[in-house]
């Protein structure tokens, strides 16, 4: 073994390294890899300490200058795009060069997320008064992301809590924590101490973390089964939340589509980072009249798709990340084939780690578990449909509603598909683009609030109107 990663907390500018240590596998060969400090409620008391103790002075800098150390902040992230890149292959799975793109991708959005701006809005304004609103900054937020992209949804979570002068306490996943502990190691040299602050533990630190009084917002992005629990948790101290959660997100392919120049895409959509992402496409409709041919060519896609250790060049598809995912995984499969559904698989992929193959279900029914269920992993329900207003009914009924997509050549009639769909984000040819300025929000069971664009910046914030009177 080459590599054997031990990067400590990172608490009011300083490491901190409890004696307690959780171990990190590589899910590509199930070896230890590294170990993260486990952290406890001293550690927390410390982090809230002194995120609570840099609010104020944080708040009041200037956002100019807030800017430029967040624009430092970026650039120390590009610097060591390659050291942190395979870092993150190994803790999480991801081929070298996708691990990479993740870590340049998070100095990007932290970029677009910084050059929005909040509104000052003038309400009224006449010669004897004026009313302004103003948005001002909660306080110390706590920042929970999960083990899919965690570095980028730790940007997410530093970008929009720091350029409103919040202060944080971010908590990488257990499954995934040296990347974002090292980042924070690197932070220290270009924020103040005490702004960011980056705390790893087992299952016990997230709800100490919600349940502390020191908060006065939760930025939680993680599964519906959790949301729950930390809206239960938050409801003491009346914490604001943004609950970014699971998804069981549709695609719609239209009998017009050229299935040539459309089934790369609807591949990707479906099996980039081995389905594990939320606004990956989970159940796949297509009509009845190309549903063969569709298939036919995405099964060729599986067969040729190249699955293994992301740290082996050529690779373009990693493992499940840890274990109780593959477990789940397996599970769906499982109860797939036994209840006699046709199974699809992909070339055979490696027999160490946690690999599954990727799998394509040919169309089972609508309430089979391969459809209702979230997979978030590299297993894909094929759907056959005839008529347009069914399909819209059976893409709706579903209690999430994370995004969606829809391909058809007329796009008048895939944007009137598309405001139909009880999703937060709809794609019309293309799936998967996000952008630091276009708002990302669940609808149902995929959660509430917003990250990204000024709604997300704003869910940072609260109004504070000042009302102005000329008369004396
Ligand atoms: P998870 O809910 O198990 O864990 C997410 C994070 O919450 C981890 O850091 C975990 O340690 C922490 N946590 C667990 N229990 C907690 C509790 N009671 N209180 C506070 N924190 C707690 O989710 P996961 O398995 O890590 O991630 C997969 C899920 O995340 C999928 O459902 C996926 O769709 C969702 N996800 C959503 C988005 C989005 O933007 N909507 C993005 C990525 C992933």
Redesign the pocket.
């Known amino acids: 073994m080459s590599e054997f990663y031990t990067p400590m907390l990172t608490i009011n500018g300083e490491s901190l390294s409890p004696s307690n240590k959780l171990d990190v596998i590589n899910p590509a060969t199930g070896e230890v890899i590294g170990q993260a400090p486990d952290a406890g409620s001293f550690e927390l008391d410390q982090a809230v300490s002194a995120a609570l103790r840099a609010f104020p002075e944080w708040r009041a800098t200037a956002n100019a200058v807030r800017k430029e150390k967040l624009e430092k902040f970026a650039a120390v992230l590009d610097q060591h795009a390659d050291e942190l890149g395979r870092m993150l292959t190994l803790e999480q799975g991801r081929p070298l060069e996708l691990a990479k793109q993740e870590i340049l991708g998070a100095a990007y959005w932290i970029r677009g997320i910084i050059q929005l701006e909040l509104p000052l809005v003038v309400e009224q304004e006449s010669p004897l008064s004026r009313v302004e609103v103003h948005q001002e900054p909660l306080g110390v937020v706590c920042g ?6 965690p570095v980028m ?1 730790a940007a997410w979570k530093i970008a929009h809590a720091l350029i409103t002068g919040n202060t944080l306490v971010l ?5 995934t924590p040296l990347t974002t502990l090292r980042i924070g190691e690197l932070s220290r040299s270009v924020l103040p101490p005490g702004v960011l602050n980056i705390i790893s533990g087992g ?1 016990a ?3 100490s ?2 349940g502390h009084a020191g908060f006065a917002k939760v930025s ?8 729950k ?2 809206m239960a ?1 938050a409801a003491h101290g009346l914490k604001r939340l943004t609950l ?4 069981n997100d549709a695609a719609i392919v239209l009998a017009d589509v050229d299935v040539d120049s459309v089934v790369r895409a609807l591949f990707d959509g479906a099996f980039t980072n081995t389905g594990q ?3 990956a496409c989970k159940r796949l409709y297509i009509h009845d009249s190309i549903y063969d041919e569709v298939r036919d060519k995405l099964h060729e896609l599986a067969r040729a798709a190249r699955v293994g250790d992301g740290m082996v060049p050529g690779i373009a598809y990693g493992p499940v990340q840890n274990l109780p ?1 593959y477990r789940r995984v397996l599970q769906l499969r499982d109860e797939a084939r036994q209840s006699g559904l046709t199974l699809l698989e992909g070339s055979p992929v490696p027999q160490c780690g946690y690999f599954v193959p990727l799998t394509l279900v040919d169309n089972p029914p609508d309430d089979a578990p391969v459809v209702t269920e ?1 997979a ?1 992993g590299p297993i894909l329900p094929l759907l056959r449909f005839q008529d347009i207003d069914e399909v819209i009914e059976r893409v709706n009924h579903c209690d999430y509603g ?1 995004a969606g997509a829809v391909w058809g050549r007329d796009v008048e009639q895939a944007k009137a598909i598309a405001r139909r769909l009880q999703t937060g984000t709809v794609w019309i040819n293309q799936n998967l683009a996000l952008h630091p300025s276009v708002p ?1 929000a ?1 609808h149902k069971l ?2 509430f609030g917003t ?1 990204n664009g000024v709604a997300g910046l704003l869910a940072f914030t609260q109004p504070k109107s000042i009302l102005i009177s000329n008369a004396c």
């Open positions: 929970i992301v999960p083990w899919n992209y949804l908590k990488p996943s257990p499954f299952d630190l997230g709800p973390m919600t939680f992005t993680g599964s519906t089964a959790t949301g629990r930390i948790s970014e959660l699971g998804g992402i939320c606004v995912q979230e978030f994370l990302m669940g995929s959660g990250e």
